[in-house]
């Protein structure tokens, strides 16, 4: 059972454009949802997170965005730079009542063209 | 020097072998983590370990044991290894005050086995 799931495996997008990369989970129970940006041969690096309480967090040019009713987040990039070529992942954790779930979605290759 | 190391990066073994992929930090991090990330998919949570007397099953364990040494090091086992276990291997520490349980990856292990 897929409990978080990003729906694109890639995105092409042009130099100063948005990038809108999506992922979806199929239930309520989680704390966070954290994006994690990934380049070959390294280990993934932390982005940005969002508490479920939440609707929107931003850090700098990176804001993601949490639609509780749809069971779905966004991570907007404004604007894309070619650096940002990376493959990005979603997660969903929940840390508390005793249950420990980190959960990866598959996630999805931006191309941002120069 | 990387804040999360690995070693080796590199393995190949035949079927049967014990291996043992080693994980070392220097970020002071109570908690570390093992996972497996096969190609299309995202990272799998192997085990999990909070502190140094505190070890616990993630999704996937079967087939796989761990060690954690001392705080800065969490070794991970596969008494016979089997071919369905070559994957790419990430270890990964956190620090339990935030919030998010944001995640330090190491660079990877890739390990193939024949």
């Known amino acids: 059972d897929q409990q978080v799931k990003q729906n694109s495996p890639s995105l092409s997008v042009q130099e100063g454009r948005i990038s809108i990369l999506n992922c979806d989970y199929t239930n309520s129970m989680f704390d966070y949802f954290l994006w994690y940006k990934k380049y070959p041969a390294e280990g993934p690096t932390f982005l940005i997170s969002i508490s479920s309480i939440k609707d929107k967090n931003e850090d700098g040019r990176f804001t993601v965005f949490l639609n509780k009713s749809a069971k779905h987040l966004s991570l907007h990039i404004v604007p894309s730079q070619p650096g940002d070529s990376a493959v990005y992942f979603c997660a969903a954790f929940r840390g508390t009542s005793g249950t420990y779930k980190y959960i990866f979605g598959t996630g999805t290759r931006l191309k941002v063209l120069a | 020097d990387a804040d999360v190391t690995q070693t080796p990066r590199n393995r190949i073994t035949k079927t049967g072998k014990r291996i043992m992929l080693e994980c070392s930090q220097t970020k002071g991090h109570d908690r570390m983590y093992w996972y497996r990330q096969d190609p299309g998919l995202g990272l799998q949570l192997i085990y999990y370990?909070?502190?140094?007397?505190?070890?616990n099953k993630g999704e996937i364990s079967d087939g796989y044991s761990v060690s954690r040494q001392a705080q800065a090091k969490f070794s991970l086992s596969l008494e016979s290894a089997i071919p369905n276990q070559t994957a790419l291997y990430f270890c990964a520490t956190s620090d339990p005050s935030t919030r998010s349980d944001e995640q330090f990856f190491g660079p990877g292990t890739r390990l193939t086995v024949l």
């Open positions: 370990s909070f502190d140094v007397k505190d070890i």
